[in-house]
DNA sequence: TATTGTTATACTCTATAACTATA
DNA sequence: TATAGTTATAGAGTATAACAATA
């Protein structure tokens, strides 16, 4: 940018990618969800199947669809996920009684045992990630950033990926 | 979490994405990500053909792949790039007159007009990012950010999404 | 023989919409 | 008729590797 903006001076916020809020952010969530999906690849799942584990684990028995309602995640590909999940033993589809076209979900034991070691994986996860920082700074940090996150409406826990299209970088 | 894990009592960073940096900044830089390139789609470019244009436009004359190395954007991938960015009219490939296998990019007087919107654009949707900080607290956050960025050993103005694969929510 | 740019192929992921079985 | 779940199809995006021209 330098020698190609006519004669304004930059200011913070515009003086190019390095000091740019929104290209920091973007950098540093795809370097850190890429690494989180490296630490969980040894367990055979991906961020999406944790995210999914955890909310059926915090209320077993719900449809599909409600589940993928919580998680914005569209019907059609709940299926898949659900499926993979079921390959490797973490979860069950089970009749729902009262409605025979629903399918009820639950983990397995072996489910609960792996989502204890990805939360593990993921306190180590975090830790590294903000290693370079005092646990002052980070409070600092995470705090700012949940006030961003307030001012976009993010909901915990839902990735807003899942939702739609891949990353546009 | 809260009915699956043992008996451990959570802890700051893993007491469920809420007050987790990583997902935090997975989150914040999806939203980030995504709200540029629909800031750019009108003028009919998306966020990495933003980074190209720059890096051109910082030295131009410089051949596809010498950019390509620049941006971590493998050869196969910046052929497409430019023939988008030349049929639009922003940027032109010329004859090298000491290596004919390679060409030499330019700007073209659209392109410097183009790259100019381009950056009033940044500025406004930077503005926009932040706008529940106030101006201290936003110095804050980014120089927390601008630590973890040189953990992360994060080239600025080059995205590691450019290199890779697609986004792994 | 190596390098620049290009293209062809196969592969992965996704949305869309059709389909079934129940309600 | 509407809904839960499933599947088939087509489309977009990518990596890989082959290729032509030039060094």
């Keep these: 940018m330098e020698d190609v903006k006519s004669g304004a001076k930059p200011q913070r916020g515009d003086d190019g990618p390095q000091s740019s809020l929104g290209f920091l952010l973007s950098q540093l969530g795809f370097v850190s969800s890429r690494r ?9 799942i991906e961020p999406r199947h944790f995210l999914l584990l ?10 599909q669809q409600s589940i993928g309602q919580m998680l914005h995640i569209p019907p059609s590909r709940i299926v898949a996920l659900v499926d ?7 979860l069950e589809r089970r009749a729902n009684p009262s409605d025979r076209r629903a399918r009820a979900l639950y983990l397995t034991p072996r489910g609960r045992r792996v989502l204890d070691k990805v939360w593990k994986l993921a306190m ?4 590294r990630l903000g290693s370079s920082l005092t646990p002052e700074e980070r409070e600092q940090l995470i705090t700012l950033l949940q006030k961003l996150a307030a001012e976009e409406k993010l909901v915990p826990g839902v990735h807003p990926g899942l939702t739609s299209a891949p990353w546009p970088s």
């Design 84 to 90: 993979q999940l079921e390959e490797r033993g973490l």
């Design 36 to 44: 989180w999906h490296q630490t969980l690849a040894p367990l055979g």
């Design 124 to 127: 180590s996860h975090e830790q």
């Design 54 to 63: 955890r909310f059926v684990a915090r209320s077993e028995g719900q449809s």
